[in-house]
């Protein structure tokens, strides 16, 4: 305690006089203010800080009773020393020690100069102070003369500016002031200790933004005396205006202030370290006060004297006037000026006598009659046939499979499978003939075949949407082959992995050695097509969900009756099937309409693709194929290799189907197709391009040439008519077209509109892009298990512009973008799942990829870009 009251008095007789305090240099106030942060932290004792602090003012307090002079020289040696030292604490603050040294420039005192009276011309309004009751006497001593508190930004810097610009400097500094900075020395150090930046254990830190050097103030070191006044005076007052914790509101109202001067400090929170034992605290005028509260809450009371913050809606006016600032529809765009479109009607359908009354009838009837007709031929990846499977081995293989699934699969003695129930066909893309036997087995049992894709890993993204279809479905049991079974993922104990996302299923291997001859005495159920399902096939749309579109018996065969009529098949056809057979174009005439009409499918597996791209071209050389069903990508990789191939002669065909007509890059591919197979026997008229979608199957086909259907047309219309959904018709010489070609007529017995994309499905007027809508017997009925968008899909009803439904019957939206033409082609521009609109406009993804293809690769396509 004696020591303690000994250190005291030492401190008592240490106190800087103010003349000695106006003399005492940067480093050493930096050191002061460095020693009662922390103290205030906790960071050193009351006795450490006395101590220090002693040893920094010795040797500037000449003739103190009680110190060694020789203490003096070690405090000046020790002080230097630790100053030069690198790793030690006085060394993170160098930056701001330096402070003086960096506005002795004239230069920056004119920037100074001239920033002050920037601001004195803007004439900003005041902002209003709130002040505390417990710091009211102390901030009032602590402000110099003409200025405003410390911590007001505007306000003071204005009055500084007058001070400055106004007054001139006389040699030595103004007694007001020199007495404030005096003053300032002794009380509390809070603003000149937030220039050091320190991080502390336990996650708190002091954030510090030091101010940006200026090359120009340090070069200039005899700057005259009037700068440095100047240039203390700024600095205090910044730190104290930055002392508080930054206020992120006032941002905007502040931010010109935060541009043209530089930012010292911001000190975030409360220090956690804060040595409660402190009982005195002085005040910012040096008056001691009892007060358990630190400088730190002192420098947070200064802060409710801050500007008070503006509405918060202010801050958010501008934006929201971006945001609610529609664009407005430019006037000289162009505009649908034709009349209002007419439902377009297919021709009717005809009337066969010996027609099957169902697809499974049919089945039967060349079963029976016809068992050695071939049906189906299969490839393997070397393009050599691999199985022939004939009528009369489907009949019977389908019968077995039918049989077993419903008499020989049970759980405790009740069937597993009872008629209506859902099943899942899980075959690979190289096996067409055990997947026919899979889904005409299901349907002789009167199951609901689901074709799926193989899933390749058990957490494979798109398996997961397909497992969420089997479970909405109910799918109990999932066929399969033996080879596929024994590539799919394995748990522990052997069997079939749970796939993530799928319910639990049996799997059944279809195989011969799995299945049961039927007694003699059963006979499958063999009725008329119904509206009960037949299969559910599965569509992925852009997000990625899948959902399963139930195709009923009567649309099945419908269905089957239309393009049986459309394409002109007759029995006994050769047809080359290139398209996947478990969904759209391949299933409808590689699977369905084949067996109505007891043709042979040659199917060229993909892998098979992959390897030769020509051999689709080869198969129909060596059959005689009459009909090939291709995408316009099989065209052109057969362009790529068809240099390796010369004696092929396609004269034997009458119909090159082309299932991705409706797209607008394909024409190319035909185009090209044509001008290198033309003299091999390729004949123009044999292409025809189709359009179709999931849910309304097969929409308009173009007829091959003895049905004595109009010429093939074609239409080049204007890119930005087309954005605006207007059809504009320009020459071909010019960049901003876009050439399509017609998907030929509508399918027999369907009727045809177009509406308007958004909103109530209006007619679209004859030169006006829409969405293309059909109305017939042979579509998908709807989604499974979702009636909301079953409704507005399925069940739309077109109006007329006054509001009056064109018809009775509901249509099928197709997703597809087209219009009607001369001769009544129908023309497709796009899909409803590629449509990008972009101010306004509507875009196609499309577009892009035809913009591409048009361009010549090598010159304008570069890799990684």
Known sequence: ????????????????????????????????????????????????????????????????????????????????????????????????????????????????????????????????????????????????????????????????????????????????????????????????????????????????????????AHAALNANAAATALADLMAHTQLDNHSAPPDVTGLSERSSLHAERPQVASVQGVPRGYNHHTSVMETADGVPVNSRVSSKIQQLLNTLKRPKRPPLREFFVDDFEELLDVQQPDPNQPKPEGQQMSPLEGEPLGVVTNWPPSLPAALQRWGTTQPKSPCLTALDNAGKPVYTLTYGKLWTRSQKLAYTLLNKLSTRNEPLLLPGDRVALVFPNNDPVMFMVAFYGCLLAELVPVPIEVPLTRKDAGSQQIGFLLGSCGVTLALTTDACQKGLPKAQTGEVATFKGWPRLLWFVTDGKHVVKPPKDWHPPIREASNDIAYIEYKTSKEGST??????????????????????????????????????????????????????????????????????IQKVHTYKARVAVVKSRDMHWSLLAQRDQRDISLSSLRMLIVADGANPWSISSCDAFLNVFQARGLRPEVICPCASSSEAMTVAIRRPPEMGVPPPGKAVLSMGGLSHSVIRVDTEEKLSVLTVQDVGQVMPGALVTVVRVEGTPYLCQ????????????????????????????????????????????????????????????????????????????????????????????????????
């Open 766 to 865: 004859t030169d006006e892009v829409g969405e293309i809508c059909v109305s017939s017997g042979s579509t998908g009925i709807a989604y499974y298990g979702l009636p909301g968008m079953t409704k507005n899909i399925f069940e739309t009803i077109p109006v007329t512009s006054s509001g009056v439904p064109i018809s009775d019957r509901p249509f099928t939206r197709t997703s597809l973008l087209g219009f009607v033409g001369p001769d009544n082609l129908v023309f497709v521009v796009g899909k409803m799942e590629g449509l990008m609109v972009v101010s306004g406009r509507r875009h196609n993804a499309d577009d892009v990829v035809a913009t591409a293809l048009a361009v010549e690769p090598m010159k304008f396509v570069y890799r990684g870009r």
């Open 547 to 616: 959902m399963g579109i139930t195709v009923s018996h009567s649309a099945m065969l419908a269905h089957c009756h239309a393009l049986t009529q459309a394409c002109g098949y007759t029995e006994a056809e050769t047809i080359t099937n290139v398209l996947d057979f478990k969904r759209d174009a391949g299933l409808w005439h590689g699977v369905l309409t084949s067996v109505m009409n007891r043709m042979h499918v040659i199917s060229i597996p993909y892998s098979l693709m992959k390897v030769n791209p020509l051999s689709w």
């Open 1 to 216: 305690m004696a020591e303690r009251n000994s250190t005291g008095l030492l401190m008592m007789m240490l106190e800087p006089t103010p003349a000695v305090a106006m003399t005492l240099p940067a480093e050493v106030r930096e050191k002061l203010a460095e020693l009662e942060l922390e103290l205030s932290e906790g960071d050193i004792t009351q006795k450490g800080y006395e101590k220090k602090r002693g040893k920094l003012l010795a040797p500037y307090i000449p003739q103190i009773q009680g110190v060694d002079p020789s203490l003096q020289i070690d405090n000046r040696i020790q002080a230097s020393s630790q100053a030069a030292l690198p790793g030690s604490k006085h060394n993170k603050s160098r930056a701001a020690n330096t402070r003086d040294e960096r506005f002795r420039s004239d230069l920056h005192t004119e920037a100074v100069q001239a920033a002050l009276a920037k601001y004195k011309e803007r004439k900003m309004p005041m902002p209003s102070k709130r002040r505390s009751v417990l710091v009211q006497s102390s901030v009032e001593a602590c402000t110099p003369p003409d200025t405003s508190s410390a911590s007001e930004d505007e306000g003071s810097l204005r009055r500084q500016g007058r001070l400055a610009t106004s007054t001139p400097y006389q040699g030595h500094s103004h007694p007001a002031v020199e007495h404030w900075f005096n003053r300032v020395i002794q009380g509390s150090s809070t603003s000149s200790s937030a220039s050091s930046t320190s991080s502390h254990p336990g996650g708190r830190s002091v954030t510090t933004t030091t101010t940006t050097t200026n090359t120009a």
